[in-house]
């Protein structure tokens, strides 16, 4: 079974740094794109960014460019979402999940078949 | 702000059929064929219902169907249930972002 597995829930300060983190198991991670969705509360969701396992390509949207780093451990199926200096903007709840379909340098297409379980960032003085 | 626009809020009584429009321009919606359409309901991660425009994924109930004509795609969700009342949103490439999703639609069962 094709799974996406998160990492636990945060509460941390503005200020703070955090990185969260999606398993995957069950397909070949490296040989499919793997993006973050944010949803603010009570809000719809946003697509931050994508990255390619097999040669860790990114292509980040234009609204969280220089805001969030996308990274991965291809040894352990491992993707992650990192914030440098968190705000109480980024309260939210985060998704990673696999697209099916392709990239090219700039643009996107396909869509997400298996979403993990979403990750709550709260950040609040 | 999503370039992809949904209307907030559609509802139907059990058993009626329903449709939920996304509209961007003609160089999102209506240049490719990848639209895409997720169910979210309350507290739970979104779930793909339809995929390139009007492919049903393996396990999704056939009530559910996807078009698209000019720079609109549409999700029909016929004999409506109970079960069927959550968010839906739409996605594709746009073309002032590398991907996007749509507004968003709250479906009532009512």
């Known amino acids: 079974e094709m799974q996406l597995v998160q990492s636990g829930a945060e509460v941390k300060k503005p200020g703070e740094s955090l990185r969260i983190s999606c398993k995957a198991s069950?397909?070949?991670?490296?040989?499919?794109?793997v993006g973050w969705v944010r949803q603010m509360p009570g809000k719809g969701l946003e697509w931050m960014g994508i990255?390619?396992?097999?040669?860790?390509?990114?292509i980040v949207s234009p609204s969280f460019q220089g805001q969030v780093t996308i990274s991965v451990d291809k040894s352990i199926s491992t993707a992650y979402l990192q914030w440098s200096s968190l705000q109480a903007s980024d309260t939210a709840v985060y998704y990673c999940?696999?697209?099916?379909?392709?990239?090219?340098?700039?643009?996107?297409?396909?869509?997400?078949?298996?979403w993990g379980q979403g990750t709550m960032v709260s950040v609040s003085s | 702000q999503s370039a992809l626009t949904q209307p907030a809020s559609v509802s139907g009584s059990p058993g009626q059929s329903i449709t939920i429009s996304c509209t961007g321009t003609?160089?999102?919606?209506?240049?490719?064929?990848?639209v895409s359409w997720y169910q979210q309901h309350p507290d739970k991660a979104p779930k793909i219902m339809i995929y390139?425009?009007?492919h049903r994924p393996s396990g999704v109930s056939n009530r559910f169907s996807g078009s698209k004509s000019g720079d609109t795609a549409s999700l029909t969700i016929s004999g409506l249930q109970a079960e069927d009342e959550a968010d839906y949103y739409c996605?594709?490439?746009?073309?002032?972002?590398?991907?996007?999703f749509g507004t968003g639609t709250r479906v009532t069962v009512l």
């Open positions: 996605s594709s490439y746009t073309s002032n972002s590398p991907y996007a």
């Open positions: 003609s160089s999102d919606v209506d240049g490719y064929k990848y």
């Open positions: 999940a696999r697209q099916v379909g392709f990239c090219t340098s700039a643009t996107c297409f396909g869509a997400f078949d298996v």
């Open positions: 390139d425009v009007s």
């Open positions: 990255i390619y396992p097999g040669d860790s390509r990114i």
């Open positions: 069950g397909y070949s991670f490296a040989t499919s794109w």
